[in-house]
């Protein structure tokens, strides 16, 4: 089973932009791929979801080079409040494209 | 404001005990997960379903962990006997999965059961 992997812990101020990024050399052909933030006690929360290229919504952006085997979650302008727990999630090819596989978990913390 | 809902919140068991967790996805979806998140092991699927089918079992251990959905409304992981390495945040999610053109993987989660097996 491949694995999902993600820096640990990323540490930022309030007012710049965060890159976390996310390697998942084993993407299947059609799995989309979707980053997910918890906070303590709660269960995740969707942030956003892409393909290739670039998705952007009102909170993120989400960068996908060509081969997909990797994703950049860009959270511009950070806050106290975006202290939180971020994750990938992808299908998983050696699982034949079903089974989801969450990445690691980057904690990041935003000082003032 | 539809919301995945899971009970109980709290539960500790004994080790040997049968447990039972309920999830009521949202009205209207029609996939049904069940994770395990740890410190070790972080978040972890165990099962999935669509239009209540099983789809994917393979991240539960067979012998002691059964997962149903007895109908649209309401999804069943119980565990028997528990086990202590059982402890851990058991999260229901829920989310309308399209087969083509690919997996569109937006979930909506619930709060999490955390289990506690002595």
């Known amino acids: 089973l491949a694995k999902t992997t993600q820096p640990i812990s990323m540490d930022s101020y309030e007012g710049q932009e965060v890159n976390i990024t996310c390697s998942h050399n084993n993407i299947a052909t059609n799995d989309y791929i979707t980053w997910y933030q918890q906070f303590p006690s709660q269960g995740p929360r969707f942030i956003i979801q892409g393909y290739k290229t670039k998705v952007t919504n009102e909170v993120a952006s989400l960068f996908i080079p060509a081969d997909r085997k990797s994703s950049t979650l860009s959270l511009p302008r950070v806050s106290l409040s975006d202290t939180a727990v971020y994750y990938c999630?992808?299908?998983?090819?050696?699982?034949?494209?079903?089974?989801?596989?969450f990445g690691t978990g980057t904690q990041l913390k935003v000082e003032l | 404001d539809a919301r995945v809902t899971q009970t109980p919140r709290h539960k500790v068991t004994e080790m040997g005990q049968e447990v039972t967790m309920r999830c009521q996805p949202i009205?209207?979806?029609?996939?049904v997960f069940w994770y395990r998140q740890t410190m070790m092991q972080g978040l972890e699927l165990l099962a999935y379903f669509r239009n209540r089918a099983p789809l994917d079992d393979s991240g539960m251990p067979k012998d002691r962990f059964s997962a149903e959905m007895p109908d649209a409304t309401l999804a069943t992981l119980k565990i028997q006997p528990s086990e202590p390495r059982d402890s851990a945040v058991y999260f229901c999610a829920s989310g309308l999965v399209h087969a083509s053109p690919g997996f569109y993987n937006e979930q909506f989660f619930g709060p999490g059961t955390r289990l506690t097996v002595l």
């Open positions: 009205l209207g979806h029609n996939t």
């Open positions: 999630l992808v299908g998983d090819k050696a699982g034949g494209g079903n089974k989801l596989t």
